[in-house]
């Protein structure tokens, strides 16, 4: 069974600042994907960055890019210019791509990321 | 806004009870999938329905049970309840199945709590 993990329960950082969280995965397929979701106090999960796991490149969406090390089974999300915004818990995600019993997303334990003005 | 909706936004219940959770899914998207997010467990998986059939089971208890109906909207019946299955209870859909780019979106989600 694929697991998440996410070492870092809490994390801070300043305003316009940069911040990584950290995620490390394991499985045994090669082929799936990754995702980071944001939550925050509203409790709504936002898809913050997709990558698949084919792909050598690292995805990138505005101030939000990944470091994606497949050997090493390691996913970061890299926030740029941290936002107040951005305040929020961050969830590490995992879903099989050919898993042809379901779609299943797999999530670590998250990340609490504080934001200070 | 996803366009996943979920009915009620809160729900208080006493131990013992039985309660329903309904989810809407997107216009077109025809996987639904029921999380539970717990202090105690996280964020789990519980259930995928595909086009009104069962397509995966995850840490589902025997007390729940779901189904997706032909219109595609799905419930989640919780029964017997426990002070321990207070969580966010949350829905998501998409378009299919296995694909490649088989993105899920979430609901709001119902908080459920047990008294």
């Known amino acids: 069974a694929q697991t998440v993990t996410q070492s870092q329960p809490e994390m801070s950082v300043q305003e316009a600042e940069t911040v990584t969280l950290s995620c490390t995965y394991d499985?045994?397929?090669?082929?799936?994907?990754l995702f980071w979701y944001k939550q925050p106090p509203s409790r709504q999960m936002i898809l913050v960055i997709r990558q698949e796991a084919y792909k050598q490149q690292n995805a990138t969406e505005n101030r939000f890019s990944v470091n994606f090390q497949k050997a090493a089974k390691s996913f970061s999300l890299k926030i740029s210019d941290s936002q107040l915004g951005d305040a929020a818990m961050y969830f590490c995600a995992y879903r099989t791509f050919t898993d042809t019993s379901g779609s299943r997303l797999t999530f670590g334990e998250g990340t609490q990321l504080t934001v200070n003005p | 806004d996803s366009g996943v909706t979920q009915t009620p936004k809160h729900l208080i219940t006493a131990t013992g009870q039985r309660v329903t959770l309904r989810c809407s899914p997107r216009s077109g998207d025809l996987s639904v999938y029921w999380y539970q997010q717990s202090l105690d467990q996280g964020l789990q998986f519980l259930i995928q329905?595909?086009?009104?059939?069962?397509?995966a089971k995850g840490n589902i208890l025997e007390r729940f049970s779901a189904q997706q109906f032909p219109d595609l909207h799905s419930e989640l019946n919780l029964s017997s309840l426990e002070l321990g299955d207070s969580a966010l209870y949350f829905c998501?859909?998409?378009?299919?199945?296995?694909?490649?780019?088989?993105?899920?979106?979430f609901g709001p989600g119902t908080r459920l709590t047990v008294l």
């Open positions: 499985t045994s397929e090669s082929d799936y994907y």
């Open positions: 329905y595909y086009n009104g059939e069962e397509r």
């Open positions: 998501a859909s998409s378009v299919g199945m296995g694909e490649r780019r088989n993105e899920q979106f």
